[in-house]
């Protein structure tokens, strides 16, 4: 049997940007997305955690070190400026897999700084 697991995880991340001209996706500071195992154009889930909204889009490496988290495009229209979001990503697996499979989280604070790594 094969399941859709939680690979990684985001978790806490403040929004810094939003451009509704961009041609869509998330931003992401380059740092979070090693730390995580979350690749550029890689699917993603966003949970916004100050409205409730939460959507599909795909990932952009941004700047190592900026502390990015930019939604882009029509994204931009589901969170603003200083929202707590968490950014998650899914992966298939069989049964065997799963028994040692490790899902990566960064959690960060309130300024995109790593608080912890698990």
Do not use: W
């Not at 929004?15 to 690749?39: P, R, W």
């Not at 190592?64 to 882009?72: H, R």
């Not at 931009?76 to 897999?97: C, F, M, P, T, W």
């Amino acid at each position: 049997m094969q399941r859709i697991i939680l690979k990684s995880k985001i978790h806490n991340a403040t929004i810094t940007q939003a451009d509704l001209e961009y041609e869509g996706s998330i931003s992401i500071d380059e740092d979070f997305l090693i730390m995580t195992d979350i690749v550029e154009h890689e699917r993603v889930q966003v949970v916004n955690l100050n409205n409730g909204e939460r959507f599909e889009t795909y990932v952009i490496c941004a700047e190592k070190k900026s502390g990015i988290i930019g939604l882009n495009g029509p994204a931009a229209r589901l969170g603003q400026k200083g929202d707590r979001v968490h950014i998650l990503s899914y992966a298939v697996v069989d049964d065997n897999e799963r028994m040692n499979f490790r899902q990566k989280t960064v959690f960060l604070d309130h300024n995109n700084t790593v608080t912890r790594r698990k």
